[in-house]
């Protein structure tokens, strides 16, 4: 038997009053997920614990099993999954180019987005591409739009804070050591240097010619960097050997092709086309079809998140109910397959009103397959699901119930390896008798 667990990214969301206290899914007309969840087991999901938001990366680490401490840094696993190069011992944090207006002697992130042509962009981010202090060496590289990664090396340490305020009409923050870190003299010394590094970049840019031209037209002149999320490369169990599967994950983002570097599994890059649903349906079908030599499929799609964000719950759910019929194909045929076990969840909710960038409620889950035990919830989304008969899971129960629904768990107490590997049968070593 095998395992795909397709994650709808940012599915869960809150109540609103336009839709009378109830979520976008709620709302939405998903004929193919709730039949699904008629012939499953429901339940509510949370990668951490409620109440926390997680950003992806994280809330993927969590649900493939891992544990929170051993997170690598989101920096690091996109700019592998980018290909960007990267050697032991770097630190990589994500970068962006941004606007930002001097209030005496603060940076203020501003209000607005400047149109800037591509080519602009890459001479600015040029101007302020090298620094060296410190005995640290780093170097800024744009991908795409305003967005990159500025790598460290050199001995530099990743317990440092953010600059980016994220959100306009604060301050480009200090870095400072993170509080475990505050006497290690790495990380003081590339806080020192990190913050000499936005000093530096800010004045280079505020007289650029770029910045100049753009002002005179009445732009908003690109005038600072600022940095998030630091990594560096490590070493985590590898996921076959963490859960004794054969791993693969379909999706078009880089910070999964990342995770899938890091962890060992493998990943296959698509791309997002016009049509969202012809998108998942995609990629439901090369899980089911062509992907019979693994034993876990991870199939993504950020479509449902990207809609959040716009911060309007009636373009959630539109979006919503064109996923849904992405999943026709597993309604009229995949599901009776009893050699597959299908997973439905999200990685987090994604509030499609206020300010919050994702919250912390629980998502939805449904579990389809040969052994599950069905309930009495015939649609799904946060609230239904609540009344399911897997009740509330969190963080690596997940995986733990993939293993158990494969006929895969081991029973607890039986040590046929060192380590107590959650699957049975482990890497043990025969007897040699004679
Ligand atoms: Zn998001």
Same mark, same amino acid.
């Given at each position: ?30 004929? +193919? ?10 339940? *509510? ?13 994280? %809330? ?7 544990? /929170?401490?051993?997170?690598?840094? $989101? ?45 602009? =962009? ?7 591409? $090298? ?14 739009? *305003? ?11 990743? %317990? ?27 990380? *003081?010394?590339? %806080? ?15 007289? &650029? ?78 899980? +089911? ?8 499929? &991870? ?14 719950? =009636? ?20 599901? +009776?397959?009893?050699?597959? *076990? ?58 733990? /119930? ?6 895969? %768990? ?17 890497? +043990? ?6």
């Amino acid at each position: 038997m095998r395992c795909i667990l397709v994650v709808l990214d940012g599915l869960g969301d809150r109540g609103y009053i336009r839709f009378q206290g109830r979520t976008p899914l709620e709302v939405a007309a998903t004929p +193919y997920l709730d039949r699904i969840a008629s012939l499953g087991m429901n339940g *509510l999901y949370h990668a951490l614990e409620q109440g926390v938001p997680l950003p992806s990366e994280i %809330a993927h680490f969590l649900m493939f099993g891992y544990e /929170l401490d051993g997170f690598p840094g $989101r920096g690091i696993l996109e700019a592998i999954g980018e290909g960007i190069e990267v050697e032991p011992g770097d630190v990589v944090f994500l970068a962006r180019l941004l606007p930002v207006t001097m209030k005496g002697d603060l940076a203020i992130l501003a209000d607005g987005s400047s149109r800037i042509a591509q080519e602009a =962009v890459e001479i600015l981010a040029g101007s302020v591409k $090298r620094f060296e202090s410190e005995g640290l060496k780093g170097e800024l590289i744009i991908t795409r739009g *305003l967005q990159g990664f500025f790598r460290v090396r050199g001995g530099a340490s990743h %317990a440092v804070t953010d600059s980016n305020p994220i959100q306009e009409g604060r301050p480009i923050m200090e870095i400072s050591p993170l509080e475990k870190a505050r006497h290690d003299p790495d990380a *003081l010394r590339t %806080a020192r240097f990190l913050n000499a590094y936005h000093r530096w970049a800010m004045k280079r840019l505020a007289r &650029h010619r770029v910045n100049r031209r753009l002002e005179r037209e009445g732009c908003l002149p690109i005038n600072a960097v600022a940095l998030q999320r630091p990594g560096r490369l490590c070493r985590p169990r590898p996921f076959s050997k963490r859960w004794g599967l054969r791993g693969l994950s379909i999706s078009s983002s880089s910070i999964f092709w990342g995770l899938g570097r890091m962890l060992g599994m493998d990943f296959v890059r698509v791309s997002d086309g016009p049509d969202p649903c012809q998108d998942l349906e995609d990629r439901i079908s090369r899980a +089911y079809y062509q992907a019979r030599e693994y034993d876990f499929i &991870h199939v993504h799609t950020k479509v449902i998140d990207a809609a959040a964000h716009t911060k309007m719950p =009636v373009r959630k759910k539109d979006v919503i109910e064109r996923v849904d019929k992405a999943f026709e194909g597993l309604v009229r045929h995949f599901m +009776y397959d009893d050699e597959v *076990l299908w997973v439905i969840t999200s990685d987090h909710s994604t509030p499609s009103s206020g300010t919050m960038i994702h919250s912390g409620e629980t998502v939805p889950i449904t579990m389809l397959g040969r052994y599950v035990r069905r309930d009495r919830v015939n649609a799904f989304n946060e609230v239904d699901c609540a009344q399911g008969a897997l009740g509330m899971i969190k963080g690596r129960e997940l995986m733990q /119930l993939v293993l158990n629904f494969l006929d895969r %768990a081991k029973l607890k107490g039986l040590m046929d390896a060192p380590w107590d590997q959650p699957y049975t049968p482990g890497p +043990y070593i025969p007897l040699k008798a004679g």
